[in-house]
């Protein structure tokens, strides 16, 4: 079974602190994507990285995929409560017809 | 416009009941699916379409029967309805496959009383 495991599942810190979310698997993937979704709406992409030890930047958003292609993390700097919401790591296989999720992570940032 | 859009927005429906969802995008992508969110939030993919052709189909029950009729549309028919199909299913498209972005949905929230 190929699985995303992410962490952690909810996360409620105070508006200024910072935050890592993180994704594992036993299985390499081909790009890792994290989107975020808002109550009653469809998840949005951030970001997608691709290639192994990749890191990508987005203002307070930190995004690195493992240099084994089997595991990402998103870290914030300064939350802010405008981050809060629901976070989401996708796994990508080769062939790309085939998306896994994490969990994903619940944050909710308190002014 | 709404780039992925599905209709409807709510069903509320009773065990037995068969029932479709619709889905339209309007980017011009090759590529269609369709994921079912549980009320935990996970997200797992049910069905990918490349081309109106089925790609994927993941151990999802014959009650659930995708159906694309051209690269825009892909819709959704689920027979017999069980108290277990209620959650909230999304309809995506890709530009293509490989790494590409995701549109979703805003989501069909699927009530089985």
């Known amino acids: 079974t190929q699985l995303l495991e992410q962490s952690p599942q909810f996360l409620s810190i105070q508006e200024g602190e910072n935050l890592t979310v993180y994704c594992n698997s036993s299985?390499?993937?081909?790009?890792l994507q994290w989107y975020r979704q808002e109550p009653g709406e469809g998840p949005v992409l951030l970001v997608t990285v691709v290639t192994g030890g990749e890191v990508k930047k987005l203002k307070r958003l930190t995004f690195q995929f493992g240099d084994a292609r089997k595991d990402s993390s998103l870290h914030i700097t300064a939350a802010q409560p405008g981050d809060t919401g629901l976070y989401l790591c996708?796994?990508?296989?080769?062939?790309?017809?085939?998306?896994?999720f994490g969990a994903g992570t619940r944050l909710f940032v308190k002014a | 416009d709404t780039a992925v859009s599905q209709t409807p927005k709510y069903l509320v429906t009773q065990m037995g009941n068969d029932k479709s969802i619709k889905c339209e995008q309007n980017?011009?992508?090759?590529?269609m699916y369709w994921y079912k969110q549980d009320s935990k939030k996970f997200l797992k993919i049910m069905f990918s379409?490349?081309?109106?052709?089925?790609?994927i189909n993941e151990t999802v029950p014959n009650r659930f029967s995708p159906k694309s009729p051209d690269k825009a549309h892909l819709n959704l028919h689920i027979n017999s309805l069980e108290l277990g199909d209620s959650a909230v299913y999304f309809c995506?498209?890709?530009?293509?496959?490989?790494?590409?972005?995701?549109?979703f949905g805003q989501g069909t929230r699927l009530t089985v009383v």
């Open positions: 379409y490349n081309n109106k052709e089925l790609i």
């Open positions: 299985s390499v993937f081909s790009s």
């Open positions: 980017l011009g992508h090759d590529t």
């Open positions: 995506a498209s890709s530009h293509r496959t490989g790494n590409t972005e995701a549109f």
């Open positions: 996708a796994g990508l296989f080769t062939g790309g017809f085939k998306t896994i």
